[in-house]
């Protein structure tokens, strides 16, 4: 049946232009991608009305991938500065530990602007200040959205592969018109949900502590009294510009108030935050034309493991719609990129071979989850342990637990086994028995890990199997989610 495009992308965001850009890379002949993205054409890729909201940090691993896969290597300016890795610090702040490793603090409105550029001169074409409004459906299959277009008139634009990549707030996949599907429309806010903030300032250089400030180093502070349930950051963008701010999951906040008598909100942690930072002084929003209209936002990111199934007939979830951002920081960029870079590969085989079934697109579940999105599901269980340790036992942990080893791990991206918390180990003894509890519980999360690691790189090859893999995921969690909650 024709269609009047071959491929729709909803939401050009970040994931959104990287899955287009791939597509059109990677097509032989010549095919129509078309992005719709609700921004106007000077502003593409802004989360809403207040920016591009994002603590802006990337791995260079992310970056190099895309160039090597696509060939778009990413440059000044929207690589905005370098870092040489990410340093996390305990909640009394005497243990640091530092996962080495080159990274990014992006400009994601210079960004934006980058990638919109790459796609178009490989001919994608673009709506812009056009809302997705709704999925069309035809014969279990989707064929594509409804849309409001920029004078507010509703129209339909049919295609035969609908991406959605319309971030964290999707409302295609959430009313996802197919029966029995094998994705899931829901997230489950109250507890996979970090409501997050953050402002770019410019400031004047303060005392002098890396663990407040470090121009080559971003900063992230655990603490259950600063950011309950999350974290807080400072990712440098000079050494006078800041990306700072932190994310709290709901209910922690309301039980950190009520154990503090406290009546605290998002904004006025985030706030304190910044004026109890004495390594910078004299803090004022960034005046740099590049941050204009992205200097403070709130928003809100996904931080559980990918949804189960990204594909359905004629349909493919990316980015923080499938809510692909790492469950224990919020990290959604570089998964983001290694999803997209494989979603549009995939879409453009299922072009080339005119098959645009689940079965034909399942390739991107697989491939993605093997190689990438296997260690989300352990990810989620740590995190949703540590959301219930108060500080004094992180603090005791990151101190005592933690094994160089586990860093290294940790470092590259998998779960810390927490070989030290064995009760065979004599020099360890008295440690593990005055905290039983949070030793006991550390081995549980090593053992879930692994349980849940092998169960992932098992993804299924093809749909018939998915039912099955499914339900042990499931039976899998919901141990440990009974125990953590
Ligand atoms: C405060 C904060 C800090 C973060 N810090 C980091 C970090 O330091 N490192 C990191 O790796 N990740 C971080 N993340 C996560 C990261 O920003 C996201 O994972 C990433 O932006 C996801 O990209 P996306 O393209 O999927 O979605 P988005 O970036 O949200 O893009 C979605 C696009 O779709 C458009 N859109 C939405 N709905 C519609 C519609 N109905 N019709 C048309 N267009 C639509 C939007 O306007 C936007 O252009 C952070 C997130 C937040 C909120």
Redesign the pocket.
Same mark, same amino acid.
């Given at each position: 049946m024709s269609r009047d495009y071959d491929v729709i992308v909803?939401?050009?965001?970040?994931?959104?232009l990287i899955t287009a850009t791939t597509i059109a890379k990677f097509t032989k002949q010549n095919k129509r991608i078309l992005v719709?993205?609700?921004?106007d054409e000077v502003n593409? *890729?802004? =989360?809403?009305i207040s920016g591009w909201?994002?603590?802006?940090?990337?791995s260079k691993r992310s970056i190099d991938f895309y160039s090597k896969e696509v060939g778009i290597t990413y440059e000044s300016p929207e690589l905005e500065h370098k870092v040489k890795g990410v340093v996390a610090f305990s909640p009394d702040r005497e243990t640091k530990v530092s996962f080495d490793g080159e990274g990014y603090v992006l400009n994601r409105k210079l960004l934006g602007l980058r990638q919109v550029e790459d796609a178009k001169k490989l001919g994608v074409e673009f709506l812009f200040q056009?809302?997705?409004e709704k999925l069309l459906s035809d014969n279990g299959y989707i064929t594509g959205v409804e849309i409001l277009d920029k004078d507010k008139n509703k129209k339909t634009l049919t295609a035969n592969v609908v991406v959605d990549?319309?971030?964290? *707030?999707s =409302?295609l996949r959430q009313n996802l018109p197919l029966a029995n599907s094998f994705m899931e429309k829901q997230i489950d806010r109250e507890n996979d949900m970090e409501t997050?903030?953050?402002y770019i300032l410019e400031f004047d250089s303060g005392e002098t502590d890396t663990s407040l400030y470090d121009e080559d180093y971003c900063i992230i502070h655990l603490n259950q009294d600063i950011a309950p349930g999350g974290y807080a950051w400072v990712?440098p963008k000079s050494d006078n510009k800041v990306n700072i701010?932190l994310?709290v999951q709901k209910k922690r906040l309301v039980t950190r108030n009520q154990r503090l008598g406290k009546n605290d909100t998002l904004q006025s942690l985030i706030d304190e935050y910044i004026s109890s930072n004495t390594s910078i002084k004299n803090y004022r929003i960034s005046s740099d034309v590049d941050d204009s209209g992205n200097t403070r936002g709130n928003?809100?990111?996904p931080v559980r493991r990918q949804n189960d199934c990204m594909v359905e007939n004629g349909y493919v979830i990316?980015?923080?719609?499938a809510w692909?951002?790492r469950p224990i920081d919020?990290?959604?960029?570089?998964p983001?990129i290694f999803a997209s870079v494989i979603a549009g590969k995939t879409i453009a085989n299922a072009l080339e071979a005119e098959d645009y079934s689940q079965n034909s697109l399942w390739n991107y579940n697989t491939e993605y989850v093997r190689n990438y999105g296997y260690q989300m599901a352990s990810f989620e269980i740590l995190r949703r342990f540590l959301q219930i340790v108060l500080n004094e036992k992180i603090s005791y942990g990151m101190k005592h637990f933690l094994s160089a080893d586990d860093v290294e791990k940790i470092t590259s991206r998998e779960h810390p086994s927490f070989d030290k918390v064995n009760m065979f180990n004599p020099l360890m003894l008295y440690k593990i028995l005055t905290h039983w509890s949070l030793a006991k519980e550390l081995r549980y999360t090593a053992t879930k890990s692994n349980q849940l690691v092998t169960h992932s790189q098992n993804y299924p090859e093809s749909p018939e199997s998915f039912p099955e893999w499914q339900n042990k995921l499931h039976l899998l969690l919901n141990d440990a989610y009974s125990r953590f909650s």
């Open positions: 909803a939401g050009g965001g970040l994931t959104g719709i993205d609700r921004n593409p *890729a802004r =989360k809403n909201t994002c603590g802006d940090a990337v056009t809302e997705s990549a319309t971030g964290s *707030a =409302k997050t903030g953050r990712f701010g994310g928003w809100q990111v990316v980015g923080d719609a692909l951002p919020a990290g959604g960029i570089g983001g």
